[in-house]
């Protein structure tokens, strides 16, 4: 079975300093791994996903991510957040055979001025 | 290019009713995967449709029931509500490649039906 642990439920941070959004995940099998952020009263929209190829993915908005499959991690990173950032964002990962998407718990991103 | 719609936004009922939720895909878009979102907590899922056809199902009991239609629209359907049933229900559009146990491309969310059961 698989499963996502986002290791903290809540970050609060600066603005313009630096953050990272842990995310650890288990599965038997290969997987897919996505960053999702939902805003207040919001759907989720996906911030960036990992499928094949380079373990390091970016987002259009300064946000990067590394697969890194020996400690089967994901973590999100930002160099320098913005207010507009706090929100709460959600690691998932999906197996290669792609019907089910399993989410962490969240975490709450708060950034203050 | 529409993107994915839910309908109602919020809804109130209490126990023991029954609710249909609906989900319009993003155009292009085969496939819907419907969560349960909890206060407080990741989604959950609940089944996909590919097709018309149930794709995979998660953890939740057959009182939670799907239809896809052939415009690949979505409604999800819950009988015999319970308390612990109060929680945003999100559907995801996506476009499949295949049949059971093929990978789907990137999910579309819509932003949720807030359902409050009393």
């Known amino acids: 079975a698989q499963s996502v642990t986002q290791l903290d439920s809540q970050v609060p941070v600066f603005e313009e300093a630096p953050v990272e959004l842990r995310c650890n995940y288990s599965?038997?099998?290969?997987?897919?791994l996505f960053w999702y952020v939902q805003y207040p009263n919001q759907g989720l929209q996906l911030l960036l996903k990992?499928?094949?190829?380079?373990?390091l993915v970016e987002s259009i908005n300064g946000f990067e991510a590394e697969f890194n499959k020996s400690q089967t991690s994901f973590h999100l990173r930002k160099p320098s957040v913005h207010i507009s950032d706090t929100a709460e964002y959600f690691c998932a990962v999906t197996n290669t055979g792609g019907f089910k998407t399993i989410f962490g718990a969240g975490t709450r991103l708060f950034v203050k001025a | 290019e529409t993107g994915v719609t839910q309908s109602p936004t919020h809804l109130i009922k209490t126990r023991g009713q029954q609710v249909t939720l609906r989900c319009s895909s993003q155009s292009g878009h085969n496939t819907v995967s419907w969560y349960q979102q909890a206060l407080g907590q990741g989604p959950q899922f609940i089944f996909q449709?590919?097709?018309?056809?149930?794709?995979g199902r998660g953890n939740f009991p057959p009182r939670f029931s799907g239809l896809q239609f052939p415009n690949y629209s979505s409604e999800l359907n819950v009988n015999a509500l319970e308390l612990d049933d109060s929680a945003l229900y999100l559907c995801?559009?996506?476009f499949g490649f295949g049949g059971i146990d093929t990978y789907t491309d990137t999910q579309y969310f819509g932003p949720g039906t807030r359902l409050t059961v009393l």
């Open positions: 990992y499928l094949s190829g380079s373990t």
């Open positions: 599965s038997s099998v290969s997987v897919y």
């Open positions: 449709y590919y097709r018309e056809e149930e794709n």
């Open positions: 995801a559009s996506s």
